[in-house]
C-alpha cells in the first residue's frame, strides 16, 4: 500500500510540475487598490493558479480534518461508555423461576365452586 501511495504522489508531482512549467508566463495581479493605481504584482501564471487552489483546499481539509477529530471523540466516549457499562455489577439480582412458582403455590385456591 505504501508503494501505491508513493506513486501516486510521484504522478501528482510530475503533473504540478508539468504544469507550472507550460504556464511560466508572466502576469499582472492587482492587489489592492491605491491612490494613484492599484498594488501590482508580476507573477508566473503557474503560481497564481497553484496559489488560488490552496487558497480554496485549505480552508476544506480543516473542515474535513475538524469532522474527523469530532467524530473520533464521540467513538471514543461511546466505546469508554460500554466499557462502564459492561464492567458495572447488577445492583439486585433477577428472580429466578424457582421463587415464582413458589409463591404461586403459596397462594389459596379458589374452593368456592
Same mark, same amino acid.
Given at each position: ?60 481539509? $480543516? ?14 466516549? $461511546? ?35
Amino acid at each position: 500500500m505504501q508503494i501505491v501511495r508513493t506513486l501516486v504522489w510521484i504522478v501528482i508531482t510530475a503533473i504540478l510540475v508539468a504544469f507550472m512549467a507550460m504556464n511560466w508566463d508572466r502576469a499582472p495581479v492587482n492587489f489592492w487598490p491605491l491612490e494613484d493605481s492599484y498594488l501590482r504584482f508580476e507573477w508566473p501564471v503557474g503560481i497564481i493558479a497553484l496559489f488560488f487552489f490552496l487558497l480554496g483546499l485549505v480552508p476544506m481539509w $480543516l473542515l474535513h480534518r475538524a469532522g474527523r477529530w469530532r467524530q473520533n471523540r464521540r467513538i471514543s466516549a $461511546l466505546e469508554n461508555s460500554i466499557r462502564v457499562a459492561a464492567s458495572a455489577v447488577p445492583l439486585s439480582s433477577p428472580s429466578t423461576p424457582e421463587s415464582d412458582t413458589e409463591t404461586e403455590t403459596a397462594k389459596p385456591e379458589d374452593t368456592t365452586s
